[in-house]
């Protein structure tokens, strides 16, 4: 198959009115089969060790996909050489691509000053992390980056192949909206699932119990009219109250558990556990140190059932540093890639099987959304996002609604203004 050349093409600078020379974005071509699969809307995956949750060791199977499903799966399907294209897995481990549900897409940050306003998330970036299927959202700044700017990144991550949502809302009250309410957002903006919140953060706006609880009846309406998730994700800084307000929330509502989503609270063991006993669920971080956040979610996993704890990577948001002042003295960005280091920790130091730990950034979090069966899972009628690892848990390979983005560690698709 050729590859596209590079050309130069003139552009004029709309500033300047002078003539530039730039060179088009090379895209790099799949191989051969995923190509002719694209054609077809079928391939066959053959040689993948599919290793579920409740197995004692991976089981080498076919899939035949197509239509951006799972539509076969078995030990020998017996289809002809001829019926479809043919993708060789050589071996490598399958597991569910991952859902991460907190992920600033337009960039978080902005403590600091403006220079530390940290750029949105790349296609490519995001495929390398094993991700098909996220969540975004604001951070701390909704004053320069708005919900709007939110709902387009995730669009256009929609249109570039993966399965995106999005939160309304963000730091500040009343909650930054695009249609006027938090469940108007919920009921007429399809990639709209829940809102964002912040508490016990000096960043924050200082939210009351009653404010609270107002705003989850607005999520529940939203979620229950639109048939969707219709959740309070809940940033939960080191402040003294911890997820206090929660607490005291649902003690003074009939709101369900299940509409509040605390997150980042790996640092915060005692309320987690007992905000999972109650049948909540808990988002711990990977993006800060995914080696302590493993350490703490396989604690969590001695006292709790396992479902209850998802994994996201908060990845594109600022993590600054304060002195005891509250005074900043540093900044850096969370990475995707802190999700796989955090499963490899999960592995080889906390000795949790694989599907075990893959589960709390699959199945898990597919389900808490309102996702699963369509996402989380290896199963016959479920999405092909498909993620492949090798012996050293390494990402290999990766298709998301049954479109390969990255084989064999060759990365196949990037963004359209992304560069080599």
């Given at each position: 198959m050729k590859k596209s050349s590079k050309k130069d093409v003139k552009k004029t600078d709309g500033l300047r009115g002078a003539a530039k020379?730039?060179?088009?974005?090379?895209?790099?071509q799949a191989s051969e089969a995923a190509s002719r699969a694209g054609e077809s809307q079928l391939l066959l995956i053959k040689h993948a060790r599919l290793w579920r949750r409740g197995e004692a060791k991976p089981q080498e199977l076919e899939l035949l996909i197509g239509g951006g499903k799972i539509l076969k799966l078995g030990k020998d399907l017996g289809l002809a050489k001829d019926f479809c294209p043919i993708w060789d897995a050589g071996g490598d481990l399958l597991i569910p691509a991952y859902v991460d549900q907190h992920?600033?897409?337009?960039g978080g940050g902005g403590e600091g000053g403006f220079a530390n306003q940290v750029p949105p998330i790349q296609l490519s970036t995001i495929v390398q992390g094993g991700v098909a299927t996220l969540g975004g959202l604001l951070g701390t700044d909704g004053c320069t980056r708005s919900v709007e700017n939110v709902l387009a990144k995730c669009k256009g991550l929609n249109e570039e192949g993966l399965s995106c949502f999005a939160y309304t809302g963000s730091y500040v009250l009343p909650p930054a909206t695009i249609c006027g309410s938090i469940t108007r957002d919920i009921v007429l903006i399809q990639e709209i699932i829940g809102v964002k919140v912040a508490v016990s953060d000096h960043r924050s706006c200082g939210i009351t119990d009653d404010e609270l609880i107002k705003v989850g009846f607005a999520a529940r309406q939203g979620g229950v009219l639109a048939n969707k998730a219709g959740v309070v994700h809940i940033h939960v800084g080191s402040g003294k109250d911890g997820i206090g307000l929660i607490f005291r929330a649902l003690e003074k509502s009939d709101l369900p558990i299940s509409v509040f989503r605390p997150t980042h609270m790996e640092t915060h063991f005692e309320e987690s556990l007992r905000f999972a006993r109650l049948g909540g669920y808990v988002d711990l971080t990977t993006g800060g140190?995914?080696?302590?956040?493993?350490e703490a979610l396989a604690r969590l996993l001695c006292e709790a059932p396992p479902d209850r704890f998802t994994l996201s990577s908060?990845?594109?948001?600022?993590?600054?540093?304060?002195?005891e002042r509250k005074e900043i003295i540093g900044i850096r960005a969370s990475e995707i890639a802190a999700n796989q280091a955090c499963v490899k920790a999960l592995v080889e130091d906390q000795k949790i099987p694989l599907p075990e730990a893959t589960a709390h950034l699959s199945e898990y979090p597919a389900r808490a959304l309102g996702l699963f069966p369509k996402k989380g899972i290896i199963a016959e009628g479920s999405d092909a996002d498909l993620l492949f690892l090798d012996e050293q848990l390494n990402i290999h390979s990766l298709f998301a609604r049954g479109e390969c983005f990255l084989e064999k560690g060759k990365l196949l698709r990037r963004g359209r203004f992304e560069g080599e």
């Open positions: 020379t730039t060179k088009a974005v090379e895209v790099p992920v600033h897409i337009t140190k995914p080696e302590k956040t493993a908060d990845a594109n948001g600022s993590m600054p540093r304060w002195n």
